[in-house]
């Protein structure tokens, strides 16, 4: 099957801890994409990757870590300097042409 | 990135009636989605539009292309009870640029 794959869906954080949320794509596409989904929010950008060991911040990158090491991989690491890190994480990639394609999305919660 | 302007916020319809929404922005863009989101899963691509103008249709959807690039449309006709979800909007510049969402329409359908 082809697709995006998150995982885990579902992560709880202590304060001061550094936790990684998974992103791999079999789609062979060079770009990806990490949101972030608030309530009432829509999907603001953290970080995103057009090829291999290149990355660029996004509208709220502060807090969080990317790496993309292989075309398949895209992890973002949510760090202790995030203060609000409550939310619904989305990981995506773009075909060729615009159209971009979503996993089904991380829940990270912290208690 | 620019947020786009998505209206309405709400939607509560009943079973049978035909549904629209829009999204402008103040900027220009090459490619404008839609999005359907239902609650715990990631955003799925409805249509892309690529050209000012276009008028597309995936089912009962159809999405225009505004001719001054800046604003979208997308009607649903005859709604049933799985259209509900939040339907996003999204606009790009070019291909080497993130997307740029809207806040969403939350559609509730009353059988």
């Known amino acids: 099957d082809g697709g995006i794959t998150q995982s885990p869906k579902y992560l709880f954080r202590k304060e001061g801890q550094n936790v990684t949320l998974s992103c791999e794509q079999n789609?062979?596409?060079?770009?990806m994409y990490w949101y972030r989904q608030d309530p009432g929010q829509g999907l603001r950008l953290i970080y995103y990757?057009?090829?291999?060991?290149?990355?660029q911040k996004g509208d709220i990158a502060e807090g969080y870590s990317v790496s993309r090491e292989k075309k398949e991989s895209f992890p973002l690491t949510v760090t202790s300097a995030q203060k609000n890190p409550t939310a619904f994480y989305l990981c995506?990639?773009?075909?060729?042409?615009?159209?971009?394609?979503f996993g089904e999305g991380s829940w990270l919660t912290v208690v | 990135g620019q947020q786009l302007n998505q209206s309405p916020q709400s939607m509560f319809i009943q079973e049978g009636e035909d549904v629209s929404m829009n999204c402008t922005s103040s900027?220009?863009?090459?490619?404008w989605l839609w999005y359907k989101q239902e609650p715990g899963e990631g955003p799925v691509l409805l249509i892309a539009l690529y050209k000012a103008g276009e008028l597309t249709s995936n089912g009962r959807l159809t999405a225009q292309f505004g001719i001054t690039r800046k604003d979208s449309f997308l009607n649903i006709s005859a709604s049933i009870p799985s259209d509900v979800g939040i339907y996003f909007c999204?606009?790009?510049?070019?291909?080497?640029?993130?997307?740029?969402f809207g806040k969403g329409t939350s559609l509730l359908v009353t059988p």
């Open positions: 999204a606009g790009q510049k070019d291909s080497g640029y993130a997307l740029n």
């Open positions: 900027s220009i863009f090459n490619t």
């Open positions: 990757s057009q090829i291999v060991n290149d990355f």
């Open positions: 995506a990639s773009r075909a060729d042409g615009n159209t971009i394609y």
């Open positions: 789609l062979n596409h060079d770009a």
